[in-house]
């Protein structure tokens, strides 16, 4: 669980760190996505189940909630 924890921080940082020159709703999926994935990684390793399952259904969700923030805070919405 904790090399999980570990290589989301990392999979976090490295993903957020080149997005400077990306629109907002670019930047709102990529960060929505990697944190999405990192907390549904978390919650699913807590209670026993399927850890990539959880990492792909936070990473879906955060993907989504992240570009439709950008997106109304490009004012395109």
Do not use: N, P
Not at 20 to 44: D, K, N, R
Not at 54 to 60: S, T
């Amino acid at each position: 669980m904790r090399r999980m924890l570990r290589l989301s921080v990392l999979a976090l940082t490295l993903g957020a760190s080149g997005c400077a020159s990306f629109h907002s709703t670019t930047q709102g999926f990529l960060a929505g996505g990697l944190f999405g994935a990192a907390v549904g990684a978390g919650v699913v390793a807590a209670t026993g189940g399927q850890v990539w399952t959880g990492a792909a259904i936070g990473a879906g969700a955060g993907a989504v909630a992240g570009a439709f923030a950008g997106c109304v805070q490009e004012g395109k919405c």
